[in-house]
């Protein structure tokens, strides 16, 4: 089947720069942190959003455990704040999806929920991970980037739902 055309992806990606939660599950835990980098598009016949996660993060630990993720992505700035927090507290300490007074919504396709708002949603399965390692050829950016050598995985995700609101897009 051919994949779906993705909507909106311009205005994704120039709000996924303002930030946007990424959420993740295992077992029980849930857990929300934000992006501000990622990219969508196409490889293998699948729509991909590919994500970049630190090993410092508690997010990097439960997706050890975890073969989905989901990206809710703001169009307003309403969210503002709770994108502060979660961008700067970490779920080993606190819920923050409490804390940010944020409400999760099941996911239509897979298990883990989305960020309920005006956002626009993207439920993913990882089909891929690579650990980034120092390889780079624009050393400014390494050391821009990774001076403390904490460097991203990649996560390859297929794009398997997609909408805005409650609106099928
Ligand atoms: C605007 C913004 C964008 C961010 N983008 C990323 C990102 O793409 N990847 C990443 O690993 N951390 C990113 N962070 C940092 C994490 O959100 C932050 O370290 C968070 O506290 C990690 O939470 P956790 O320990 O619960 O996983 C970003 C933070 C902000 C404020």
Redesign the pocket.
Known sequence: MAAKRLEYTDTAIENLKK?AFLTVKSGDKI?T?????GFIGFAWGKNLFEI???KS???HKILENADEFTVSIPLTNEFKSA??L???????DID?VQAANLELQPGRTVSTPVIKGNMLQYECKIIYRNEMKGDFSDSAAEKACYEEGDY?TLYHGEIVDFYKEDQNV
């Open positions: 930030g857990n942190m934000t992006i501000g980098w970049m996660v630190r993060r508690y997010t994108l502060g979660c961008g700067t507290k970490s779920g080993r923050k991203h």
